[in-house]
Every structure is written in C-alpha cells, then in structure tokens.
C-alpha cells in the first residue's frame, strides 16, 4: 500500500511525495516540517493512504 505525504501552504498543496510504508511517510512529515516551513511556507502535512484516509497530520501557525 503506498501513502502518500501532502505538503500544504496558505493557498493549497504544494508538494506530494509518496512512500511504501506508513512509518516511512510519517518520519519524513515529521522531520522535514521544520525545513519546509522556513523554505516553502508549508502550514501543514498530512499523510494518506491509498483510500484517502488521513493517518498522520501536523499543522502549526
């Protein structure tokens, strides 16, 4: 199953990466949120399975 990492700005996706496995996605939204925030103006991550179903989100302001 893959999932797929959702980047999100103010004005909507700015990036989707996929991944093989959960754990994989969720370690890599959670450690490049930092970065991308301060390069991309990224807000907020989600992960997603193939179904669309959320499984891991982070959002700051």
């Known amino acids: 199953m ?3 990492v959702i980047w ?3 004005k909507g996706i700015i ?5 093989d496995a959960e754990k ?3 370690d890599h939204a959670i450690a490049m949120f930092q970065t991308r925030k301060g390069d991309d103006g990224v807000v ?3 992960v997603r399975k193939d179904s ?3 499984v ?6």
């Open 2 to 4: 893959a999932y797929t």
């Open 8 to 10: 999100y700005g103010r």
């Open 56 to 61: 891991f989100s982070h959002a700051e302001n």
């Open 44 to 46: 907020s991550v989600e």
């Open 15 to 19: 990036d989707k990466v996929t991944f």
């Open 52 to 54: 669309g179903a959320v």
């Open 24 to 26: 994989a996605a969720k």
